[in-house]
Nanobody, 128 residues
Framework: QLVDSGGGSVQAGGSLKISCVVS????????MSWFRQAPGKEREGVAV????????YYTDNLKGRFTVDQEDAAYTVYLQMASLKPEDTAMYYC????????????????????????WGQGTQVTVS
């Protein structure tokens, strides 16, 4: 089970950190990812991380502004977002899958295919 939270409204240029809590036995060695979906648009991948190795792949156009962090003891993965823009407004979802790799190309492919079994309910981020 995934529970994502922390969304809200923020002014352009600001920062926000959203979180995803994972049930304990579904955390270690898993792929954890973040997606977002704006109204009228397809769901797009933001980043994916292998929780044990902390190998992380970011979508190119978001790399540098968005950072994945994790707190293993709390089975929590975070998405730290900085220099936010109005076009970052979307529902943000975390997703998890037991099948994972430490190979960055494979992580990119997994993100591109949205190949994740478990999904959170989403948390809204609005930038104005």
């Amino acid at each position: 089970q995934l529970v994502d939270s922390g969304g809200g409204s923020v002014q352009a240029g600001g920062s926000l950190k959203i979180s995803c809590v994972v049930s304990g036995d579904a955390y270690n060695g898993r792929c954890m990812s973040w997606f977002r979906q704006a109204p009228g648009k397809e769901r797009e991948g933001v980043a994916v991380t292998h929780t044990s190795s902390r190998t992380t792949y970011y979508t190119d156009n978001l790399k540098g502004r968005f950072t994945v962090d994790q707190e293993d003891a709390a089975y929590t993965v975070y998405l730290q977002m900085a220099s936010l823009k109005p076009e970052d407004t979307a529902m943000y979802y975390c997703a998890a899958d037991a099948s994972c790799s430490t190979n960055e190309l494979k992580l990119a492919a997994k993100l591109s295919k949205r190949d994740f079994r478990y999904w959170g309910q989403g948390t809204q981020v609005t930038v104005s």
